[in-house]
Structures are given as structure tokens and as C-alpha cells.
């Protein structure tokens, strides 16, 4: 079942299109990334998927409605946690909770979120006290608080660290399995790599890709790169023949071979018939940093978001 489904969205700031001609559906229980640099356009698109903004252009549907027009209806099925989200510094994780449940119709027991994400001991404290990995697990709360059948989650681990972060991801994915469809919006690529079973690539305005991370990586066109600090001497040609390689490079005590296919197996195969032991040995895999810059001939930039 598709719960989203957006054609040819088109949004205008003093004439300029920043989202243009966007289009992709998004699938009962996927988590769903929005990928891009800062100024992609990856906020600016939800946001009119979510009914806050108004498009100039293409058509949306959440859940069967018009984010526009059917407003009222839609923010009793849909949970948004914003790029930037605040709340007063002296309210507490409590009253937050109370005050959010009372804008549905059929909330959640705001209670039952405190022990779920584990701010049952923080009912009392005030916001300002909070940790950044406390109050990300609030926001969360907030955004599922009406029990909505889709949850909007933008930029959710900026700022926190890479510990916080991890945490934070494994709490997405209980989001996921208790049935909620989200929409996670991020400009980390370890991040839709480790969450999202498919991936809107945003560049400029655009999708210049839509598949599975999995699917975007092995399509990236780019030699693979070998390392390893050999503990003897060798020649460099001993590698350079090989079927695969494309080139041998040393930095510092470090070996560098790049190549494709499996220039991997006939390096190592060669090394230990030469009887060249070697230590600190790794494959550097392609990610999806390697594939935005296949896509869009250039790497992942930071402007302002849009």
C-alpha cells in the first residue's frame, strides 16, 4: 500500500525553483530516507509533503488526502519532529506530553511513551535539563504522542554524538516495527546506510536517484581501493601486472592498490606466493558518498538548507 505518493512538486522563492519537478512514493512500513547536501531542497520538500508549505506546482497525497486542503484531518494521522525543534526551557518532559497528547483525538497514553523511550525518570525535569540524546528520545515521544500512521522525522541526530546517534537510530527502528511508515530526512550517509530500506538521493532541487542504498552503491562505476603495510621489501610491479589493478601508490609505510573486480584476491594471492607477509589489511568499500559523487559529479557540499 502506498501512503505517499508525490508528482512533479514544484516550489518557487522569488521565482527561483528550489524543489523542482520532484516525484516519489513512499510504501506502507518503509522508513524512507531523504538524502542530500545542506540546500538540497530535502526540507523544503517534506515540509510541503507535510502541509506546512504550499507548492506552486505537481500534486501530493499523505494517506489518501491533500496535505493542503486536508490539513486538519491529516494531523491527526501523521508525526512531525522538525528540523529545528524547541520547547520553553522550564516546561517539563511531563507536561509536554500532556500538552501534545491533548491536541488529538485518540492519543496515546503519554505515560506508556515515558517508560517506552525511557524518559520515565525525567517525567519531572524541565526541558533545559535535558541531555542531547534526552531530548531528541522527547521530541520522538511528541512526534508519535497522536499515534499517527506516518511519522516525519528531519535531521533527527544533528548535533549529538556518535553514541547518541546509534541510540537514536535503534529507536527509529522501533518506531518502524510498531508500525509507523517514517520519512526520515538526513544529510548523514551512515546514517540512511544503516536505516532506510530506500533512499531519495536530492541534488539541487532534484532526485538524481531513487533505490535501495545497497542497490546505489553497487552502481557506482569507481575503482575500489586495497591497503595494507607490507613487513618486506617487494616490488611495486609484482602488483602493478596483475589483472584488475589499476594502480599501486605507497604513503608512508602504507600500500595503496586500486583496481575492480577481484584485483583483491590475485594482490593477496601474489603477495603470499612471494612470500611478502603484510599487516593491517583492509578493502575500502564503496559508500554512498561514492555514489552521490558518481550521480552528480561532485561531493557532498554544505550550504544552507532550503
Not at 520547547?87 to 511531563?94: F, Q, R
Not at 505515560?111 to 517506552?116: F, K, P, T, V
Not at 533505490?211 to 575503482?223: C, K, Q
Not at 573486480?261 to 593491517?280: C, I, K, N, Y
Request: negative net charge; contains cysteine; proline residues 4%.
Amino acid at each position: 500500500m502506498t501512503v505517499i505518493e508525490v508528482n512533479g512538486l514544484v516550489k518557487r522563492y522569488g521565482g527561483l525553483p528550489v524543489v523542482n519537478e520532484v516525484s516519489f512514493s513512499v510504501a506502507e512500513g518503509e522508513i524512507f530516507g531523504i538524502l542530500g547536501p545542506n540546500g538540497a531542497g530535502k526540507t523544503t520538500t517534506v515540509e510541503c509533503v507535510e502541509g506546512l508549505r504550499r507548492p506552486d506546482g505537481g500534486s501530493t497525497r499523505v494517506l489518501g488526502r491533500d496535505p493542503v486542503k486536508d490539513r486538519k484531518e491529516l494531523s491527526h494521522l501523521v508525526g512531525v519532529q522538525l528540523q529545528q525543534s524547541l520547547l520553553p526551557e522550564n516546561i517539563k518532559v511531563g507536561e509536554a506530553l500532556d500538552l501534545f497528547a491533548s491536541f488529538y483525538r485518540t492519543p496515546k497514553d503519554w505515560r506508556a511513551l515515558l517508560e517506552e523511550w525511557g524518559l520515565a525518570e525525567k517525567r519531572q525535569a524541565k526541558f533545559g535539563s535535558l541531555s542531547g540524546g534526552q531530548k531528541q528520545r522527547l521530541f520522538i515521544a511528541l512526534a508519535l504522542v497522536g499515534d499517527p500512521k506516518v511519522a516525519f522525522l528531519d535531521e533527527l541526530t544533528t548535533g549529538l554524538d556518535p553514541a547518541a546517534r546509534r541510540a537514536t537510530w535503534e529507536l527509529i527502528k522501533r518506531v518502524r516495527a510498531a508500525g509507523v511508515t517514517v520519512v526520515l530526512v538526513s544529510h548523514f550517509m551512515d546514517e540512511v546506510e544503516e536505516l532506510c530500506d530506500r533512499v531519495a538521493v536530492f541534488d539541487r532541487g532534484r532526485i538524481v536517484a531513487l533505490d535501495s542504498p545497497a542497490n546505489l552503491i553497487s552502481n557506482v562505476d569507481a575503482d575500489q581501493h586495497l591497503r595494507f603495510r607490507p613487513l618486506a621489501p617487494f616490488d611495486d610491479a609484482l602488483l602493478t601486472r596483475l589483472p584488475g589493478v589499476a594502480s599501486v601508490s605507497r604513503s608512508g609505510e602504507q600500500v595503496i592498490v586500486a583496481g575492480r573486480g577481484d584485483f583483491a584476491v590475485a594482490v593477496t594471492s601474489a603477495l603470499a606466493r612471494d612470500q611478502v607477509p603484510v599487516a593491517e589489511l583492509r578493502i575500502e568499500q564503496h559508500t554512498l558518498d561514492d555514489a552521490f559523487v558518481a550521480l552528480t559529479g561532485r561531493a557532498f557540499d554544505a550550504k544552507e538548507d532550503a
